[in-house]
């Protein structure tokens, strides 16, 4: 997703505005609408975590540089289960680069 696509531009907002009131921020620590969620939470005047979940392949991305931790998996299979925890804080939302990412919230 360019810079200066529309979605890029409210993922920027929706972070920024999610870390002005004290959240932290976790996305899936690539380009596009992750990279502009990690994005929103760096540009807040709190400090909070931005935190870019990465799977290790041979030709996947690397973190973006607005993430200030960074959590890498050898599988997809981790994902989920990482994010398991958290299905009774009804507190998360969502900008979807695609299916895989949908799948976590099921």
Known sequence: T???DF???EAVK???LLADKG???MSG???GIMEAANRGAKESKKEVESI???IDLP???????YT???LSFDYQLWLPLLLLPLQPYNHQKTLSQGYIQMQHFQ
Do not use: M, R, V
């Open 59 to 65: 030709f996947e991305q690397i973190a973006n540089s």
């Open 23 to 25: 959240f932290n921020i």
């Open 7 to 9: 979605y890029y531009k």
């Open 2 to 4: 360019p810079t200066d």
């Open 14 to 16: 929706l972070g920024k």
């Open 52 to 54: 870019g979940l990465n």
């Open 68 to 70: 200030t931790k960074e």
């Open 29 to 31: 620590g690539g380009p």
